[in-house]
């Protein structure tokens, strides 16, 4: 029989889909795959189940309903002062994954360059090459994650469409600064490319950290893509509902493969949505600071069991270095040793990276319940300081 896709058949079942299994049949908690552990605000599942009821259940308009997009504006305008025709420059998605889908079958013509900065969220690269992309990839490096400008520089050429950045960063949890954006920025106006910016977690930002988007860069405007998810903006991750704003002139071709690819997304959520976008500041600063004293909790806990941890500036993941507590192995089999013998799962950094040179970080989800992330540290505690 002929084969499938080669490019999609060479990889294996995402890490994230592998230890929430074992963590499952390990009955191990799980602070690996991001996932909340509490639902977000009961106002928007109500909306959602009253639209369900009530109706129509039938396709939507497929840039998504106008209450949405104009949310979308809205916002775009309240938190970062862009002004955005919500009727040219949104759309919305399945999910920030089909808005990434979206946007490399759209922009990436086959042998064009992408830049991409390890250590990459699971579905860049198999996207990227499965629309004809060559990746060009830059690292940044645990523990501090620094951008190295000099291999970014040398990344981006003649032939680069795009970089593909994301920022608040999973799982480096870095926030990129405004030093690092405006050199990137100048990067992508130099080489005449695009940025596809995948901010997913821009409302999960800690301390003085603050999320910027390039697309705020005058320079940036017309050259960027600006993906956000309500999975992650509300607490709700199976609802794969994704907003994505650009200029008209690249709208246009992104809804061209969205057409092509799921076409809508369903209308009950969207409207849930375009209420939960629109509600007060408090909302969206209680997001951010929740998640930031569950930062606190577990990286004190962390280190009363041990281990060294990295800085977490933003989304719900904090990294821990596993040579701190005397772990000699790489992180894989730290995390099934965790699994196993711990009853607690996470996941291996070296899983973001093409080619892990380090194999001694690991990554821990903390957006669940404080008494959950106890119990779990306190499992690593009685474990590794015996
Ligand atoms: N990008 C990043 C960096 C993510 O962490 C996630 C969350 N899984 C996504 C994209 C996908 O978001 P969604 O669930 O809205 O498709
Ligand atoms: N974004 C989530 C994480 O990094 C996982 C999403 C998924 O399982 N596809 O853990």
Redesign the pocket.
């Not at 049949?25 to 977000?40: K, R, S, T």
């Not at 928007?44 to 949310?71: K, V, W």
């Not at 990294?319 to 799962?345: K, W, Y």
């Given at each position: 029989m002929k084969a499938a896709n080669s490019i999609l058949s060479s990889y294996g079942v995402t890490v994230f889909e592998t230890i929430s299994r074992l963590a499952i049949e390990h009955d191990a908690i799980n602070l690996g795959q991001?996932f909340p552990d509490e639902d977000g605000p009961e106002i928007l599942r109500q909306i959602a189940a009253q639209a369900t009821l009530e109706g129509p259940n039938q396709y939507p308009p497929m840039l998504g309903i106008p209450e949405l997009r104009q949310a979308v504006a809205i916002h775009n305008k309240r938190f970062y002062n862009l002004e955005v025709d919500w009727q040219t420059e949104v759309m919305v998605t399945s999910?920030?994954?089909?808005a990434?889908a979206d946007c490399m079958l759209a922009l990436i013509e086959p042998g064009d360059e992408v830049v991409l900065i390890e250590p990459l969220?699971d579905c860049y690269l198999p996207m990227v090459r499965r629309a004809g992309g060559v990746p060009r990839l830059v690292r940044i490096d645990p523990p501090h994650w620094e951008l190295p400008r000099d291999a970014l520089r040398n990344a981006f050429s003649e032939k680069t469409k795009l970089i593909l950045l994301?920022t608040p960063h999973?799982p480096a949890a870095k926030v990129y600064t405004e030093d690092e954006l405006s050199f990137i920025a100048e990067l992508v106006e130099e080489n005449d490319a695009y940025a596809v910016c995948?901010e997913?977690?821009e409302h999960i930002t800690f301390d003085d950290s603050v999320h910027r988007p390039l697309m705020t860069f005058s320079n940036m405007r017309d050259r960027c893509v600006r993906i956000g998810?309500?999975?992650?903006t509300f607490s709700m991750?199976s609802w794969?509902v994704?907003y994505l704003t650009a200029p008209a002139h690249l709208l246009g071709a992104i809804a061209k493969a969205h057409q092509f690819v799921t076409f809508t997304t369903p209308s009950n959520l969207q409207r849930a949505v375009a209420t939960g976008l629109l509600l007060d500041d408090r909302y969206f600063s209680r997001l951010a600071l929740e998640q930031q004293a569950k930062r606190d909790r577990i990286d004190v806990r962390l280190k009363n069991a041990g281990f060294s941890t990295l800085s977490s500036e933003g989304t719900y993941f904090l990294t821990v270095d596993i040579r701190s507590i005397g772990f000699q192995g790489t992180d894989i089999e730290f995390c099934e040793h965790l699994i196993c013998n711990v009853g607690v799962a996470a996941i291996p950094i070296s899983a973001f990276y093409q080619d892990a040179e380090v194999r001694q970080f690991v990554r821990f989800c903390f957006c669940k319940k404080d008494k959950l992330l106890d119990t779990a540290c306190l499992r690593l505690a009685r474990h590794f300081q015996n």
């Amino acid at each position: 029989m002929k084969a499938a896709n080669s490019i999609l058949s060479s990889y294996g079942v995402t890490v994230f889909e592998t230890i929430s299994r074992l963590a499952i049949e390990h009955d191990a908690i799980n602070l690996g795959q991001g996932f909340p552990d509490e639902d977000g605000p009961e106002i928007l599942r109500q909306i959602a189940a009253q639209a369900t009821l009530e109706g129509p259940n039938q396709y939507p308009p497929m840039l998504g309903i106008p209450e949405l997009r104009q949310a979308v504006a809205i916002h775009n305008k309240r938190f970062y002062n862009l002004e955005v025709d919500w009727q040219t420059e949104v759309m919305v998605t399945s999910g920030a994954t089909e808005a990434l889908a979206d946007c490399m079958l759209a922009l990436i013509e086959p042998g064009d360059e992408v830049v991409l900065i390890e250590p990459l969220y699971d579905c860049y690269l198999p996207m990227v090459r499965r629309a004809g992309g060559v990746p060009r990839l830059v690292r940044i490096d645990p523990p501090h994650w620094e951008l190295p400008r000099d291999a970014l520089r040398n990344a981006f050429s003649e032939k680069t469409k795009l970089i593909l950045l994301n920022t608040p960063h999973n799982p480096a949890a870095k926030v990129y600064t405004e030093d690092e954006l405006s050199f990137i920025a100048e990067l992508v106006e130099e080489n005449d490319a695009y940025a596809v910016c995948d901010e997913v977690y821009e409302h999960i930002t800690f301390d003085d950290s603050v999320h910027r988007p390039l697309m705020t860069f005058s320079n940036m405007r017309d050259r960027c893509v600006r993906i956000g998810s309500a999975g992650k903006t509300f607490s709700m991750t199976s609802w794969k509902v994704g907003y994505l704003t650009a200029p008209a002139h690249l709208l246009g071709a992104i809804a061209k493969a969205h057409q092509f690819v799921t076409f809508t997304t369903p209308s009950n959520l969207q409207r849930a949505v375009a209420t939960g976008l629109l509600l007060d500041d408090r909302y969206f600063s209680r997001l951010a600071l929740e998640q930031q004293a569950k930062r606190d909790r577990i990286d004190v806990r962390l280190k009363n069991a041990g281990f060294s941890t990295l800085s977490s500036e933003g989304t719900y993941f904090l990294t821990v270095d596993i040579r701190s507590i005397g772990f000699q192995g790489t992180d894989i089999e730290f995390c099934e040793h965790l699994i196993c013998n711990v009853g607690v799962a996470a996941i291996p950094i070296s899983a973001f990276y093409q080619d892990a040179e380090v194999r001694q970080f690991v990554r821990f989800c903390f957006c669940k319940k404080d008494k959950l992330l106890d119990t779990a540290c306190l499992r690593l505690a009685r474990h590794f300081q015996n």
